[in-house]
């Protein structure tokens, strides 16, 4: 798939369903459908079992991780903060951060969770802004049930959704963040609108995260971020038995 075959939404969010719900939701096919800007509608349909939604097929590494991620999707079945958390990336997006994430450096989330917890047993200063008040909650009682593995003093969770989030993100100081991880739930914070508002935060040589970056709603961060060093990584992710996409960009 070409994903100048098609033209992206800005305006509207692009919708999933199985067209088949029985057979459909066995083999991961899902049709994303949305409105265009001038009004006509687009879609497109991936087997998310076997490919990202722009029929990219997974790594090998993470074929090579399917039983962990197994393991970790039945873990997230009995409670959604799993035993030892990670983020809900793509196997080769979390190798790829392993790498340039260290203690004392200052990490911006958008979309908090396991992530969070990730971040914060590696020594980094970090901001999470989260829409949901519950899951806020989960995160934040497992910090302060052990607030030395996971560095209380170096979290600030920010409970707050949509507009309010982008409108806070605008106030915080430029150059300020070394990565910036946009995981949102689109249907309650737009990821795009993080990502113009936060972007110029990042430092220089500092990165940039988006998960999920082979769904046409994100596919604009592309042109936002045009001759930046990018390195995109299609595969399994832990929890989850589907194909994804995450993408990173050096500021």
Known sequence: MNRKNFTAPNLELATARYKNP???RLLGRTTLEWTCDDGHKENLTASLRLTDYEGNAPSMYSVSKLPYVFKTYLQSKKFPLIKNPVPFLTMDAIRFLDTIVRPGIRVLEVGGGNSSLWFLDRGVNLTTYEH????G???MNKVE???NKFHR???N???MAGKDTVMDLEKLPADSFDILLVDSMNDHTRRMDCLRAAMSKVKQQGWIVLDNSDNPANWSADGMLEGKEMHRFTGYAPMSLFVGQ???WRM
Request: glycine share 0%; charged share 30%; net charge negative.
């Open 246 to 248: 995450t993408t990173f």
């Open 137 to 139: 909650k989960m995160v």
């Open 157 to 159: 969770l920010k409970l």
């Open 145 to 147: 049930q052990n607030p």
């Open 132 to 135: 949901d008040a519950e899951w």
């Open 153 to 155: 003093e170096r979290f």
């Open 22 to 24: 029985m057979t459909d």
